[in-house]
């Protein structure tokens, strides 16, 4: 290597800033953030079991906790996760059925998955405030 200068020359990996976003790409990193947050909701979860099994005083606590408009919202929050992951799951299983790999198919599902899991989350908290 004569030449130490090569190295700076070369050309660098495409990034996200390079790429125009399209909506499989948006999707895509939507899956991979909704799967990291399910990890969180997943601790939160078992921070109210932790608490329901401690007694009623450290119940009272987690259930003041998520009644507030900031845990209620967390909790919005985990629900969407939840149900886009899933979505986007059923997604990724109809592709490897082999489907839905044409460009307007795939744009297609990947619209209905946010549609599906806005609209879904939507209507879980409506039972759920109906119901309690």
Known sequence: MANADLK??????????????????????????????????TILMAFWLICAAA??????????????F???????????????????????FIWDMGHGFELSAANWMARATIVGSVALTVILWIIGFIVA
Do not use: C
């Not at 007694?55 to 507030?68: I, L, V």
């Not at 900031?70 to 990724?92: D, E, K, P, S, Y």
């Open 55 to 68: 007694g009623p005083e450290s119940y009272q606590f987690a259930m003041d906790m998520f009644g507030s």
């Open 70 to 92: 900031l845990g209620r919202l967390v909790l919005f929050g985990f629900t969407w996760a939840l149900v886009h992951h899933m979505i986007g799951g059923l997604r990724h």
């Open 8 to 41: 700076a020359n070369r050309p660098l990996s495409p990034h996200l800033q390079i790429y125009k976003p399209i909506v499989t790409m948006v999707m895509s990193i939507l899956h991979r953030i909704t799967g990291a947050a399910l990890y969180f909701g």
